[in-house]
């Protein structure tokens, strides 16, 4: 019998906003995992410290700068 293959759609996640927000910061653990920090969360309770993935709408989202995610390479 063959087997569809499924693997590809269980592992992609719907894009989250947070990927290209300026608020964010990436935090890698030891062990390898991987969460996104919303830095205005220390200004305004509002936002979640680490919001559930994935985020498509957020009245906070400021789009990153090319050039700063460029700098960070």
């Not at 592992?11 to 653990?29: D, G, V, Y």
């Not at 919303?38 to 309770?45: A, G, R, T, Y």
């Amino acid at each position: 019998m063959a087997r569809s293959d499924n693997s590809k759609s269980r592992n992609t996640m719907t894009p989250s906003l947070c990927e290209t927000c300026a608020w964010m910061r990436e935090i890698i653990t030891p062990k390898g995992s991987r969460f996104l920090l919303c830095q205005l969360s220390k200004s305004d309770p509002a936002y979640p410290k680490y919001p559930p993935q994935p985020i498509v709408r957020c009245g906070g989202y400021q789009r990153k700068d090319k050039n700063e995610d460029e700098l960070k390479q």
